[in-house]
């Protein structure tokens, strides 16, 4: 039997709300993808306090991470990316943030394993985020880059939105830079609060499924 009159209407209003539903949940989304995190107030010159080593024949970068946040995941994708194009290579730290009285090991998870698997990298444990603080870092993902001088060349990120790997300005701008090319010096960085009330949940509660680093 052909519906009624009353059945097409209400299933065409249900469609059409349907459809409405998820339009807006796209439109969220997309706005989420795009939205940057908070810029870093990084020193102009390389903090003096700062336990990394600066390289002073050519320059550094540093990336400061959360070890929890799932956006950096694609910045350290491109991360790997630019240093394996750049003619020289820059020394390159990342520095994954470790909060205070967390579980041993909270954070050797698969984004740490990632980094340690990156050529040419280092990684370092960052305790209470004093590096972090130190850089002025409040998003993870964060890239500084810094000459040999120590004058800071570059803040911003590796991706052009969260979780979004690709050709990018953030990735452009720093292998510009290293090669000596003009380049911009600020872009946005895309990636979760390094410093966070849902840390305090983590700490008591590890991920059962992440494991020690090597």
Partial sequence: MRPGIGQRVIWGVGGALWLGAVG????ALMSYDN???IAADAPAGWPADSGLARDPAGP???MLAHPRCDCTRASLAELAELLARAPRPPRAYV??????HVPG?????ALWRRAVDIPG????RDDDGAEARRFGVKTSGQVLLYDAAGRLQYAGGTTGARGKTGNNAGRDAILATIAGLPAEATLPVFGCAMFSDADAA???????HESHAR
């Fill in 24 to 27: 807006a949940g796209l439109t």
């Fill in 35 to 37: 939205a940057p995190g």
């Fill in 60 to 62: 550094t970068l540093v």
């Fill in 95 to 100: 520095v994954f943030i470790r909060p205070g």
């Fill in 105 to 109: 090991g909270w954070e050797q998870t």
């Fill in 121 to 124: 990298v280092t990684v370092i």
């Fill in 202 to 208: 983590a700490e008591a509660a590890p991920d059962a």
